[in-house]
């Protein structure tokens, strides 16, 4: 048999997250002599299903967020697989353990969560627009509350921090109001639950329960691209280079890397340099994160009739807060998982997140505990964890973030996506050089669905171009 490094592929996919392994197992299934390329230990990407608690839960992505039309959607019910809806129900708790508030917060969080799907705004931050329009809308429904100043400080904090979420920003005054994002139809919480998210890549892979895999698709992990040489002559193979010093050849290659892992690399990735067009696309994005701390208990002590648990600080509480554990106060929640029974997964972004890798796991479980004994444990006593996982997407050198997002500064430059999404072509045209991932879809970035299909297009660009 041939050694991998002298073999000429089809093509050579470089990451093996959603778009990665789509691209593949679709140029795989169709005959295509396909080498897979994964710098990480594991398939998967952003997502990543660990054994955790009396079940599994999710390092990475939580859910299938919409089912119609969803690629991801779609596998799990062909193949059989039972998704079921996480049914997210929110309930309010504030610092001092009560929830005096709860019913007028959701009405006001609904109110402001609704404000998102707006279009036509003067404003360019979420932030901004915002705050305004709930001032307006206290005004004429609950004018007492505008005298309430610490109230009124510490929902706008909690509305900014559910925003982040959303957008993985460290303030909701980056993010921008105006967006090309799109949601599916149907249920955006659609949970793999017990199966894992993992179960996606399996059944693309053909691997799920011990199946054989693709005949036509080599993998390798652990083995780092560190640069793509991309011809300009016609039927010259394009040669990867990675860090163990194997050399691979293919007809074309399909990058599937992060844009923070762009932002930081692609002056030595690429040889020649890419085009100014596309270095501009790459710098142009914005680069959220959203991080979790998932803690695991003997058994639940929680509510059971809520999943996810917000927390609404009062104003002289946060101010007790030691300046050294203020990222605690930037936590907007602790939510249950549907793929494990006795774990709490805590949720942080942008700046904060950061900070929050550099600390000691013993201090963040420590203090994630108090967190929750602060908020959840007014007629509890919080028992011990037993174990505490965190993500670290940031950190990580192979994702440096989480998914992109519509920031104000980056949608100065509208065409980012669709300039880096354009192939690098040889002097005859043909596609050498292909971008895919979650940040190149124009209406579903940020979403496993949305990486899904950019793995497909591109793959099929291929499939077109050499019939």
């Not at 444990?377 to 998914?403: H, Q």
Request: with cysteine; proline share 4%; aromatic share 10%.
């Amino acid at each position: 048999m041939k050694d991998m490094s002298t073999m000429q592929y089809d093509t050579i996919v470089i990451g093996l997250g959603a778009a990665g392994v789509t691209a593949a197992s679709t140029l795989a299934t169709a005959g295509k002599k396909v080498l897979g390329l994964e710098a990480q230990d594991r398939i998967g990407g952003r997502v990543n299903t660990v054994p955790f608690g009396d079940g599994v839960v999710e390092l990475g992505a939580e859910w299938i967020h919409g089912q119609y039309p969803s690629r991801v959607y779609d596998t799990a019910i062909k193949n059989n697989i039972n998704v079921l809806s996480e049914n997210v129900v929110l309930a309010v708790y504030q610092s001092d353990g009560t929830r005096s508030n709860h019913e007028l917060v959701m009405e006001l969080i609904k109110y402001c969560l609704a404000l998102l799907k707006d279009t036509n705004i003067e404003e360019d931050s979420l932030g901004a627009y915002i705050t305004r329009k709930l001032q307006e809308h206290l005004r004429e429904t609950y004018p007492e509350l505008l005298k309430d100043k610490d109230f009124l400080e510490e929902f706008l904090a909690l509305m900014d921090l559910i925003v982040d979420n959303y957008k993985g920003s460290s303030s909701w005054n980056e993010a921008s109001t105006t967006t090309n994002y799109k949601e599916l139809e149907g249920d955006p919480h659609m949970s793999w639950h017990r199966n894992g998210y993992k179960t996606f890549f399996e059944l693309l892979l053909n691997t799920y329960q011990g199946g054989p895999g693709l005949a036509n698709l080599d993998i390798k992990l652990n083995t780092e691209v560190t640069n793509i040489v991309w011809p300009q002559q016609p039927s010259t193979p394009v040669e990867v280079t990675c860090k163990d010093g194997e050399v691979y050849r293919a007809n074309n290659v399909i990058v599937t890397v992060s844009v923070g892992v762009l932002q930081e690399r692609h002056m030595s990735l690429f040889t020649p340099p890419l085009p100014r067009e596309k270095v501009n696309a790459i710098n142009s994005l914005t680069m959220g994160l959203l991080d979790k701390i998932i803690i695991s208990f003997d058994k639940p002590w929680w509510p059971l009739s809520h999943s996810f648990f917000v927390f609404l600080w009062k104003g002289e509480d946060k101010r007790k807060v030691a300046k050294e554990d203020f990222w605690t106060t930037k936590i907007f929640a602790a939510s249950t998982h549907l793929g494990s029974g006795n774990t709490l997964t805590l949720w942080t972004s942008g700046d904060t997140a950061k900070w929050v890798e550099t600390l000691p796991e013993e201090v963040v479980k420590r203090k994630s505990v108090e967190l929750l004994q602060k908020f959840l444990g007014a007629n509890v006593t919080i028992p011990e964890p037993t174990g505490m996982l965190r993500s670290t997407w940031y950190s990580n050198p192979y994702t440096r973030g989480s998914f992109a997002f519509d920031s104000v500064s980056s949608m100065k430059y509208p065409n980012s996506r669709a300039d880096l999404g354009k192939p690098l072509l040889d002097s005859a045209g043909t596609p050498k050089v292909l971008f895919a991932g979650e940040a190149l879809d124009l209406i579903h970035y940020s979403d496993v669905h949305g990486a899904s299909e950019s793995g497909y297009r591109e793959a099929m660009r291929l499939l077109a171009s050499s019939t």
